[in-house]
């Protein structure tokens, strides 16, 4: 499973971002995509997940309000919708998905993460 993702760039603060990250494979099923951003000199942090057999969210304090993962199951593709976006979410972003794969042994959960995408936010 290969994933990547598109939609990091500049913009202003208060303003508003959608990244994408696009799952591609055979004979998988996403469990639970996740969003991580690492900033210059701080260590990678957990940003969002989602666990789709319930539905639930998780969001870390300082986005919760302000970004909204979701996951379009058909296209296997997953989101992070980023809102009212502040300098201090000036990060390198990554997906990543925790995937339930079949194969002819049977099946077994991976996890893959995607290349990252630059999300500036200018004050």
């Known amino acids: 499973v290969q994933l990547v993702e598109s939609g990091g760039g500049l913009v202003q603060a208060g303003g508003s971002l959608t990244l994408s990250c696009a799952a591609s494979?055979?004979?998988?099923?996403?469990?639970?995509p996740e969003w991580y951003r690492q900033a210059p000199g701080k260590s990678r942090e957990l940003v969002a997940s989602?666990?789709?057999?319930?539905?639930?969210?998780k969001y870390a304090d300082s986005v919760k309000g302000r970004f909204t993962i979701s996951i379009d199951n058909a296209k296997n593709t997953m989101f992070l919708q980023m809102n009212s976006l502040k300098p201090e979410d000036t990060a390198v972003y990554y997906c990543?998905?925790?995937?339930?794969?079949?194969?002819?042994?049977?099946?077994?959960?991976?996890?893959?993460w995607g290349q990252g995408t630059q999300v500036t936010v200018s004050s």
């Open positions: 989602l666990t789709t057999s319930s539905s639930s969210t």
């Open positions: 990543h998905a925790w995937v339930w794969e079949t194969t002819s042994l049977g099946g077994r959960q991976y996890n893959y």
């Open positions: 494979g055979s004979a998988f099923s996403i469990r639970v």
